[in-house]
């Protein structure tokens, strides 16, 4: 009997060096020879998800259409894994009162757990680790890292594993003003017999990923890709979606 696994990646979106995040979790997924990834820049190949038991997504204001949606909750019904990362729940709308995030598409939102509405620059912030008892977060103590911290409105019912705190102004957004809120960091949800599994960190960006805006961002930013402890939560994410029926 055949040990292989089936992975289905979407690496797409904006204002993210996408390039990056896909090589370095294609790096990831190719520690374990039994998984055989195809690469997306779309949600369409449905077809291909349902021969697959594992999707990860890094993406940025990228959704899948209302038809695709509703096949992937079917496939999440069914035991589907879902490993989603960094801005897989956002949308962005460039308005004259900042950059909004609309509730356009509910039926994702609601799927994915929560939905991303803004972030403060990029800077440092602690990390807690509220379930020390799950295997996804065991042994890790809490920690401080440098990243984009997305600030989310949630949207279903998760089991958060790592929080932090924020108070202050995302400035630039339509929602710029936040009161002391919990941000979760690392959550699951469970859908029918699946399960997503949710890492808001991990933002990346190189020089030419703002096209139209900045044609040469100076910087190259890589936040929390340049922390052990963020590829480690990768591979651990990666392991339990190889393991059958957990």
Not at 71 to 78: E, Q, S, T, V
Not at 144 to 153: F, W
Request: negative net charge; contains cysteine; charged residues 30%.
């Amino acid at each position: 009997m055949s040990d292989r696994i089936d992975a289905h990646f979407v690496a797409v979106g904006k204002y993210h060096d996408i390039d990056f995040a896909r090589l370095e979790v294609l790096k990831l997924l190719a520690d374990h020879p039994r998984v055989r990834t195809t690469v997306a820049c779309d949600y369409s190949d449905i077809e291909r998800l349902n021969q697959c038991s594992m999707l990860i997504t890094y993406t940025c204001d990228f959704m899948p259409s209302e038809e695709e949606a509703v096949a992937i909750k079917a496939w999440l019904d069914n035991g589907g894994k879902w490993l989603a990362l960094h801005g897989t729940n956002s949308i962005l709308k460039f308005t004259d009162d900042g950059v909004d995030a609309p509730d356009d598409r509910p039926d994702v939102m609601e799927m994915l757990g929560t939905q991303f509405k803004a972030h403060p620059p990029i800077g440092q912030f602690n990390v807690e680790v509220v379930n020390k008892d799950h295997e996804l977060t065991r042994g890790i103590e809490d920690f401080v890292i440098e990243d984009e911290l997305y600030l989310t409105n949630t949207t279903a019912d998760i089991d958060t594993l790592m929080v932090t705190r924020f108070e202050g102004k995302a400035e630039g957004f339509v929602e710029e003003d936040w009161p002391e809120t919990v941000v979760p960091i690392l959550y699951t949800r469970d859908i029918g017999k699946g399960r997503i599994v949710y890492n808001i960190l991990g933002h990346c960006r190189g020089h030419y990923d703002l096209p139209g805006m900045q044609d040469f961002y100076p910087v190259p930013e890589r936040c929390s890709w340049n922390y052990p402890v963020y590829y480690d939560l990768l591979r651990r994410g990666i392991a339990w979606a190889m393991r059958e029926g957990e």
